[in-house]
């Protein structure tokens, strides 16, 4: 009878064990591959993703697929529930409480901040691909007022609380809209934010590209002197906007985002008074609780080390190094203009603190609980310490399926049809090329999204 407890046991445990990502394998595999179709299949009848708690990754999901696949209608009908999912979104207290005596997957996935942002951005490109500039203006107002949720919360300038990218994406549709005020306002802001945070935290620089929409944007509007100060200020003195047919607005979405993973860490206890301190030497690691009760006091005095799970993100580093863009014997090198990866790294960085301290208050509640069991019956202690052991778990919950970076460029074209060369530079040296023709009208602007999904190998995937 032991044995089949034990063998039940280990199985109940390597289950426990295994991350989201490894959780929903099959379905990341089949994207990863680009067979998209399947993907879809599988995600639509993953248990995982059908359940309340991942309610918010199944519509992101579902919609980035969509999106890829070129299905932007629907796509959107997806990425609208993740918004609303979003705005509605509240605290259930109960599946909170829960998670303090077993693990935080049993609350209800939330999304990440960056996460609420790129379903906007995916929504707006939908939109501007199906050639709706109005609707993708709505978006824009969506991203913007996130962002000043963002700036609300986050009063610190060390945090993750602007999105530059979001900026300049609300610059380039303001641009093919006509309306150049609030393009320059835009490009301005996003300026702004690349120079004083994500140099600093992400050690990504204003693409050059940006400087040329936004000294156009300065020109188009009027604004002369501010047209003459960012030419001195970006060392292009003798810098001249130039007239042509149409614009093509070419992002490329690099590899794969980070996914999450668990590690764990052993803490020894110490006690002074009614304070306990939970501490990690070899890590540096200190937490300091105060514990009123007497009961929990007895109960973690007996109690000399312990097992943690927190997340962790592990980088899916792209294949690719770069890509340019080959026109009228012009070459445009696409340009970094968003990071995910460093940013999803950064975010979970930031509540680390607050990551520990709800992890450390789960086992040190399970272990109490263990402990006072095992004073009345010895037999029910074990079994609440392997049932503790068994439910110990990391949330390794977020959207995979997120490029790991975002680059662009504009390349101007002429009326009628226009043959590019896109190609993507490998590890080695080597190249690979692809041809897009593009036929384009007077004043118009053209977007097109190009997603590579391949990564080089990591250690654990």
């Known amino acids: 009878m032991l044995k089949t407890l034990s063998v039940i046991s280990l199985l109940m445990l390597f289950s426990a064990c295994a991350s989201f990502y490894e959780g929903t394998y099959e379905y990341n595999r089949q994207f990863e591959e680009g067979n998209l179709e399947q993907a879809l299949k599988t995600l639509r009848s993953s248990s995982l993703y059908k359940r309340k708690h991942a309610e918010f990754l199944s519509y992101v999901n579902n919609g980035l697929l969509l999106s890829v696949m070129g299905q932007y209608e629907e796509s959107n009908a997806y990425f609208e529930k993740a918004f609303v999912f979003g ?13 303090y005596l077993t693990n935080p997957t049993v ?9 609420h942002l790129m379903l906007l951005y995916y929504k707006a490109l939908n939109f501007l691909k199906m050639e709706k500039y109005e609707e993708a203006l709505v978006e824009c107002r969506r991203l913007n007022i996130r962002l000043q949720q963002l700036a609300d919360r986050y009063t610190s300038e060390e945090k993750y609380r602007r999105d530059a990218f ?19 306002i835009a490009y301005r802001n996003a300026l702004e934010i690349y120079q004083d945070d994500y140099s600093k935290m992400f050690g990504i620089l204003p693409p050059d590209q940006l400087k040329r929409d936004l000294l156009e944007a300065a020109y188009r509007t009027g604004f002369t002197d501010e047209y003459e100060l960012f030419k001195n200020q970006f060392g292009w003195p003798d810098y001249k906007v130039n007239n042509r047919d149409a614009d093509l607005v070419f992002f490329w979405h690099n590899g794969l985002g980070p996914v999450k993973d ?3 860490v052993n803490f020894m206890i110490n006690r002074s008074g009614d ?8 890590l540096g690691l200190s937490y300091t609780f105060p514990v009123t009760d ?3 006091r007895n109960s ?7 097992r943690v799970a927190f997340p962790r993100y592990v980088e899916r580093p792209p294949l690719y190094t770069g890509a340019s863009i080959n026109h009228n014997d012009t070459t445009y090198s696409l340009q970094l203009a968003e990071d995910i990866n460093r940013i999803a790294f950064k975010s979970l960085q930031e509540r680390m603190w607050l990551e520990f301290s709800k992890a450390l208050i789960r086992v040190a509640l399970k272990k109490a609980a263990e402990h006072s069991a095992r004073k009345e019956d010895e037999s029910l202690g074990a079994l609440i310490g392997m049932v503790n052991a068994m439910t110990e778990k990391a949330d390794t919950r977020n959207w995979q399926t997120l490029p790991h970076s975002i680059l662009y460029s504009r390349i101007p074209m002429s009326e009628g049809p226009n043959k590019t060369v896109f190609e993507l530079q490998l590890p080695g040296g080597g190249v690979e090329q692809q041809t897009f ?6 004043g118009q602007t053209l977007f097109h999204t190009f997603t590579s999904l391949e990564s080089r190998p990591v250690r654990r995937y």
């Open 166 to 184: 979001v900026h300049n994406l609300m610059g380039i549709i303001y641009q093919a809209n006509g309306d150049w005020n609030n393009a320059f």
């Open 262 to 264: 668990e590690w764990s």
């Open 87 to 99: 705005e509605d979104y509240r605290i259930n207290y109960a599946r909170e409480a829960a998670s």
């Open 300 to 306: 973690l005095s007996s109690i000399e080390f312990f």
């Open 437 to 442: 023709t593009y036929r384009a009208t007077k």
């Open 294 to 296: 007497e009961d929990d």
């Open 107 to 115: 609350t209800i996935y939330r999304g990440e901040d960056h996460e």
């Open 275 to 282: 304070q306990f301190v939970f501490f990690n030497e070899q």
